[in-house]
């Protein structure tokens, strides 16, 4: 089930973009004058090591990549994403499962009356069943069908991007490099079990819930507008722009930024540099607001004494 507007409306989907998707050369990046990109490279290591900074929803005309994903997707023997695809059935189920109330509870009793009352005038839920015509079109219903789902999944669900301009996850950059990687040979994994990633979201108090669900619903700019700066951002490898557009998030609640973004990367960082040593030829695949920002994962592990080149 997700869920859709039923008037226009804003949203806020920055979050949902971002953050719940090669040839080594050693020589400067002038030689090959590659594009400017979310991809950097770790230069004072033996094997090649690629940071690698994705979108979780693009359309079909964002490709070809820039020339550096390919180039890191060719050269790494081992790709790691947040979490491990190969385990993509049991995290759906998980999260799912966490999204509901147990029973006995719902939505109703768990966010501000106004609010509720705004989501059953503006909200419709659509139930896709698993046993209809692939064709067939989801069955549209009150809001009241969905008031067992908690308000962070509902925020992530107010706005299907793939109605207005045909992007979604499986055009992001995860299922891209995911599918290529399968076909090529490479191995796969997570920086992050199943369980733990769930959590980013499952386990978020009421409130924290419904403060995501009001910046759903709440921004004054329109939602594509927002999706089409930070795609051109994440293009043109322009970090300080993806920090910028989540600025309004941080500074209404930077405790639950912190948890989407900052306290993650320092969870990560012992386990990249663990990769490091390895010596095996690596990608780490996170979302692009992993990599920018003053606690980014690149500034980490700066900190820790590697020199990082964005390609």
């Excluded at 979780?56 to 990549?65: F, G």
């Excluded at 780490?284 to 607001?289: K, N, P, S």
């Amino acid at each position: 089930m997700f869920l859709r507007i039923q008037r226009k409306t804003s949203v806020r989907i920055t979050f949902l973009l971002f953050g719940s998707a090669v040839l080594f050369a050693s020589a400067a990046r002038g030689a090959e004058a590659l594009p400017k990109c979310c991809v950097w490279r770790v230069t004072n290591v033996k094997a090649p090591f690629y940071l690698v900074g994705s979108i979780h929803v693009l359309s079909r005309k964002d490709y070809p990549l820039p020339r550096p994903y390919e180039l890191a997707l060719k050269d790494a023997t081992r790709l790691l994403f947040e979490f491990d695809p190969n385990r993509a059935p049991e995290f759906e189920k998980k999260l799912a499962a966490a999204a509901k109330y147990p029973p006995g509870q719902n939505i109703r009793s768990k966010i501000d009356p106004k609010l509720f009352a705004w989501l059953r005038e503006n909200i419709s839920a659509v139930n896709v069943e698993h046993n209809r015509p692939k064709k067939s079109p989801g069955r549209v219903a009150e809001f009241d069908t969905g008031v067992g789902y908690k308000p962070w999944w509902i925020a992530q669900h107010l706005v299907d991007p793939r109605n207005s301009s045909n992007m979604s996850t499986s055009h992001g950059l995860d299922n891209y490099l995911v599918s290529r990687a399968r076909k090529m040979g490479k191995e796969i994994g997570g920086l992050e079990s199943v369980d733990e990633h769930v959590a980013v979201l499952g386990r978020l108090s009421d409130r924290d819930s419904e403060i995501l669900l009001r910046g759903a619903v709440g921004r004054s700019e329109p939602g594509q507008a927002e999706i089409d700066r930070m795609r051109k951002a994440w293009r043109n490898g322009d970090t300080a722009a993806l920090w910028a557009g989540d600025a309004r998030s941080r500074k209404e609640a930077p405790w639950i930024a912190a948890r989407l973004v900052d306290d993650r990367n320092v969870k990560w960082i012992p386990r990249i540099e663990a990769e490091l040593k390895t010596g095996k030829p690596t990608a780490i695949v996170a979302g692009a607001l992993h990599f920018s920002g003053p606690n980014s994962v690149i500034a980490l592990l700066q900190a820790r004494g590697y020199k990082i080149e964005q390609l």
